[in-house]
């Protein structure tokens, strides 16, 4: 995926991640902040949901934005 795509994916995110609650949101770092289980629950609870957003590898950027659109629309029923 190119610069330019993976930009729009990370904003795209963001603004989607900004209409969860903060316990989805805390779930998504947990999912997406870990580093492989390289950092620990407690510094990635830490971490501005914009860093863990910066942090995810191009190839999952589509997953992420796949689980952030399912949330969203659980959200709406």
């Given at each position: 995926?190119?610069?330019?795509?993976q930009n729009f994916a990370r904003q795209t995110l963001?603004?989607?991640l900004?209409?969860?609650?903060?316990d989805w949101q805390r779930t998504f770092k947990?999912?997406?902040g870990r580093k492989n289980g390289k950092?620990?629950?407690e510094d990635t609870e830490l971490m501005p949901i914009s860093e863990v957003v910066a942090e995810i590898?191009?190839?999952k950027l589509d997953?992420?934005?796949?689980?952030?659109?399912?949330?969203?629309?659980?959200?709406a029923v």
């Open positions: 995926m190119n610069e330019q795509l963001m603004d989607g900004e209409g969860l609650p903060s947990l999912m997406y950092r620990s629950l590898p191009s190839e997953l992420a934005m796949l689980q952030v659109e399912a949330s969203k629309r659980k959200l």
